[in-house]
């Protein structure tokens, strides 16, 4: 499911891409479409989610189904209310957010316009991690990872069918892609009903003031209220680290921020393939591991995440290194997207493969202390890596552009990820399980393999001057891609590795 939202959102990119390339325009919805998002990742898949999903696996271990669903119902009151008054401030206040991210805009009249139009999205969202939560919780992962299909297919309907109809009517086209993030949002929370419905879960709003106070009272309220405090200071430190890091990217060149985001969409697709996969399923089980006292169990599941960390997302960093001008020409070299353009979002690809094991590690390795409640830890982490990625920007950007925000994004994920990690074994919360050593070779074996496939193609073929023939440019990459797996997992399974060896069982 996962994957799916993936194709889907590169899709959605690619349709971005031939409509308006990497311009000032385009700089404008990135810029709008990431202030609710920065909202999103603080308080709903961030912070809320980080407090909400332990307690309520903890809840449901330890008292059963019906004081979880009270829980539900009390949380789901109380985030309804402070979502409205999110959402009207966040309209209100559109100028103000867009001059705090991105003051270099071109474009700022249209950045502003199309934040109001997708501040609701954060709301849409929020209910949505609720929803992903409880589901979560009873093991039902599918409805929540296909969720953003569904925002990436109203983008697409959007590009598709609503540019060329706005631009017939004389209105800026790219509004369009504001009015397809709305649609996708109302989507993807009404989505969640029946599936909650399915398992008893659907939550009940208090409208009451009656109601509202009583939930405000519940004592499991109070304690996620206590736990998003310090979670929303380490969530933060990743959001203010993306507000500075586009902030910058607005003063550094015209199109800089849509490179940077085209990069970042081809990065986040192993990152959330991999990462936002194995986190999402590891968290409630880690909890429930906790509750039950069982901490061979709760070692043994990061061991096995950290095992998949290596073998899948190693051969994706590779790819980003040596294949990114491939990648990137392949994907979105059409329409107003120029060979320049592929030249500067393929400079930032490379700069997100140098850190891509630390960045999906991270997605591992955090739930590990979320599950023990215990959020300070990656707090003081991640302050402490706010403060190395700027002074790595200070360094780096006026050398590298772009592409050194990209950089110092990357080392400083190896930083966070090398620190939790180290931490956990400290703590004498993981302890590595026999066998690390091979792993680890016939993987670096493996990826020796398939990084010199690569790089043949990588110089071997003009993917640019291969645009006229667009159908067989995307059959070439696809065998490349397909021969470079193919040999990787076949030298893994020569050296003596099994897919059987790798799969859990709840």
């Not at 059963?64 to 009390?74: E, S, Y």
């Not at 409205?84 to 270099?104: K, Q, R, T």
């Not at 659907?202 to 206590?226: C, K, N, S």
């Amino acid at each position: 499911m996962t994957l799916l939202s993936r194709v889907t959102g590169l899709v959605r990119e690619q349709l971005v891409a031939v409509a308006f390339g990497a311009s000032g325009v385009t700089d404008a919805f990135n810029v709008a479409f990431r202030i609710p998002n920065l909202f999103r990742r603080l308080f709903a898949e961030g912070a809320f989610s980080q407090a909400f999903v332990p307690l309520l696996a903890a809840t449901r271990e330890r008292d059963g189904d019906d004081v979880t669903r009270r829980l539900i119902d009390a949380v789901a009151t109380v985030l309804v209310w402070v979502l409205l008054l999110i959402c009207g401030v966040g309209v209100v206040g559109a100028p103000l957010l867009v001059w705090l991210m991105g003051s270099g805009l071109q474009r700022f009249d249209a950045a502003v316009v199309m934040t109001r139009w997708m501040f609701p999205y954060i709301g849409f969202m929020s209910l949505v991690a609720l929803s992903a939560g409880v589901l979560n919780t009873w093991k039902q992962f599918a409805v929540p990872a296909i969720t953003p299909v569904l925002l990436n297919l109203s983008v697409i309907a959007a590009a598709w069918w609503g540019v060329p109809r706005m631009a017939a009517f004389g209105l800026e086209p790219v509004y369009a892609l504001a009015g397809g993030v709305m649609l996708g949002g109302l989507l993807q929370a009404a989505v969640q009903l029946p599936a909650l419905a399915a398992i008893g879960c659907a939550p009940r709003i208090g409208l009451l003031p009656g109601a509202i106070e009583a939930a405000w009272r519940h004592p499991g309220v109070g304690q996620i209220l206590r736990q998003m405090a310090p979670a929303l200071l380490g969530v933060s430190v990743a959001q203010i680290s993306l507000l500075i890091n586009t902030q910058i990217a607005t003063h550094v060149a015209v199109g800089a921020v849509s490179w940077l985001t085209y990069a970042d969409r081809l990065m986040e697709f192993p990152t959330a393939l991999l990462g936002v996969a194995m986190g999402s399923v590891l968290l409630p089980q880690l909890s429930a591991a906790r509750a039950r006292g069982d901490a061979g169990g709760y070692s043994d599941m990061l061991d096995w995440g950290l095992r998949l960390v290596l073998l899948l997302a190693l051969p994706c960093a590779l790819a980003l290194l040596i294949f990114p001008s491939g990648l990137t020409a392949v994907l979105f070299h059409y329409g107003k997207f120029s060979a320049d353009d592929v030249a500067m979002t393929a400079r930032a690809l490379q700069g997100y493969g140098v850190g891509l094991l630390g960045i999906v590690g991270i997605k591992v390795l955090a739930p590990a202390f979320y599950a023990r409640q215990d959020v300070r830890t990656p707090v003081r982490i991640a302050i402490g890596v706010l403060v190395a990625t700027q002074l790595m920007n200070i360094a780096l950007v006026p050398w590298l552009g772009h592409a050194g925000l990209a950089l110092s994004i990357s080392l400083g994920a190896l930083v966070n990820a090398g620190i939790l990690l180290g931490s956990l074994m400290r703590q004498g919360t993981y302890s590595p399980r026999p066998g690390w050593g091979g792993f680890a070779a016939r993987v670096l074996l493996a990826n020796a393999v398939l990084g010199a496939g690569l790089a043949w193609a990588a110089w071997r073929i003009d993917w640019i001057a291969l645009q006229a023939h667009a159908g067989w440019r995307v059959a070439v990459l696809a065998l490349v891609l397909a021969g470079v797996a193919a040999a990787y997992f076949a030298v893994l399974v020569a050296c003596g590795l099994r897919p059987r060896d790798l799969m859990r069982r709840a």
